[in-house]
């Protein structure tokens, strides 16, 4: 890992330090022209992308229901349980979520609501290049389902076979779900935000997915009338924070949990005189025994260990770097959760890996990137659902916020908002 010191780095030595890598122009054009290709050629240019880039060979993208239940009677007693137990402590976890709905009598005579309501409808990606994350379907279909969305689309790319793993398809079937279809890729997104090859045509689009996907949501996203999508994709984060009370092998074996997802994922320590020597020396260790060992090791070629002086300081970069996970491997780690507002996740303690929360600790664990924290929460329950606001006045209310609302309308210059007003007025004798 690269050592660096928190302390001399200057302004833009940090961003550069936790800047989010740079989409491709070919990586954006080529998912632009995927996304503009289905929307002027529709479904033949979805099962023509699907072909040529997947060497999908069906007629039909939809799994067959039978497959679906078949896949779930294969899978053995302990693996069913394994994901039957992961779904109920993430409805646990997000049973009290939910917008809430409210009225207020603003004026004498005038109530104001907030009503609440599911989306219509959902598009679920879930990856399955080099490795099927079941766990995202439970961690995007679990709120979905909750929130009361009545049409749920599941997008899962097909295997060498051609076919959806069928461990995916069996968690789909504990959950119930019925609509899977056996397409990735940008051409996925694509079906999705215009309603092709089958597919439904949805509101918001979820999920992780490779530099293409992540390219083609944030483009259908800006178009007309296009879907809304959950959050702003890139390679999965994380940062350890360890003192002096860390286990080596514990941060090693959290900093390669990360590393082993994509060669891009963005792998951080932050030192309050942690034994660097140690941990450098188990990450080799463990390393070596990895079946993705050239992944993670490509990842850990660009992994810092950032030098912080003081807890204080390692509070203020972690606060600064906004990461995805944030694990906290050090005395009285809740203190310093306390004051780090950006994480995505934090994990606290030596007892806490962020394998935990990805797969059954209960919180959801799709997450911002690349900075977006400082604004941006992970998936929830509300991420399905909006709100509408209603008002309703009586002759009284009308006849009380007149003279507010004419007034302002008139500093606007929007006389034809005043008369609206004041007709009610007058209408009413005032």
């Not at 850990?300 to 694990?327: D, T, V």
Request: include cysteine; glycine fraction near 8%; proline fraction near 6%.
């Amino acid at each position: 890992m690269k050592r660096v010191f928190w302390s001399s780095l200057d302004e833009a030595a940090r961003r550069d330090l936790f800047r989010a890598p740079a989409e491709s122009a070919a990586v954006r054009n080529a998912a632009i022209e995927i996304v503009e290709s289905v929307r002027r050629d529709g479904s033949s240019a979805v099962f023509e992308y699907a072909r040529r880039l997947d060497g999908f060979t069906g007629e039909d993208f939809r799994v067959p229901a039978d497959e679906i239940a078949a896949a779930r009677e294969a899978m053995g007693e302990a693996d069913l349980a394994a994901i039957e137990a992961a779904i109920n402590a993430v409805r646990q976890f997000h049973a009290p979520q939910g917008l809430v709905e409210y009225s207020q009598e603003t004026w004498p005579g005038i109530t104001c609501s907030r009503r609440t309501d599911p989306i219509a409808s959902a598009g679920l990606y879930v990856p399955a290049g080099s490795a099927p994350l079941v766990s995202t379907l439970i961690m995007l279909a679990v709120p979905a389902q909750m929130a009361g969305v009545p049409s749920i689309a599941v997008t899962i790319p097909p295997g060498p076979d051609g076919k959806v793993n069928t461990t995916v398809l069996a968690a789909a079937s504990v959950m119930g779900l019925d609509q899977v279809f056996t397409v990735g890729g940008a051409q996925a997104i694509a079906a999705l935000a215009f309603g092709e090859a089958g597919l439904p045509r949805v509101a918001k689009i979820f999920g992780p997915g490779n530099a293409w996907v992540a390219a083609a949501k944030s483009y259908v996203s800006t178009l007309p009338g296009g879907p809304a999508i959950d959050l702003p994709a890139g390679p999965s984060e994380v940062m350890v924070i360890a003192d002096t009370t860390a286990d080596p092998a514990f941060v090693a074996a959290d900093l390669l949990a990360q590393a082993e997802h994509d060669p891009l994922a963005k792998v951080s320590l932050v030192s309050v005189d942690a034994d660097g020597k140690a941990i450098s020396d188990d990450v080799e260790r463990q390393l070596a025994a990895l079946p993705r060992k050239d992944i993670a090791a490509a990842a850990m070629q660009n992994a810092e260990c950032i030098e912080a002086r003081s807890r204080q300081e390692a509070i203020e970069i972690a606060q600064y770097g906004a990461p995805e996970h944030l694990i906290i491997q050090t005395q009285r780690a809740g203190e310093l959760a306390e004051r780090i507002t950006t994480a995505g996740a934090i994990f606290l303690g030596p007892w806490t890996p962020e394998s935990m929360g990805d797969y059954a600790a209960g919180p959801n664990h799709t997450l911002p990137t690349g900075g977006a924290g400082r604004a941006c929460s992970g998936v929830t329950v509300e991420s399905f659902q909006r709100t509408t606001t209603l008002i309703e006045a009586t002759r009284k209310g009308a006849e009380a916020i007149a003279p507010t609302v004419e007034r302002l309308a008139q500093l606007e210059g929007l006389a034809a908002h005043k008369e609206a007003m004041a007709f009610r007025r007058r209408a009413g004798g005032a």
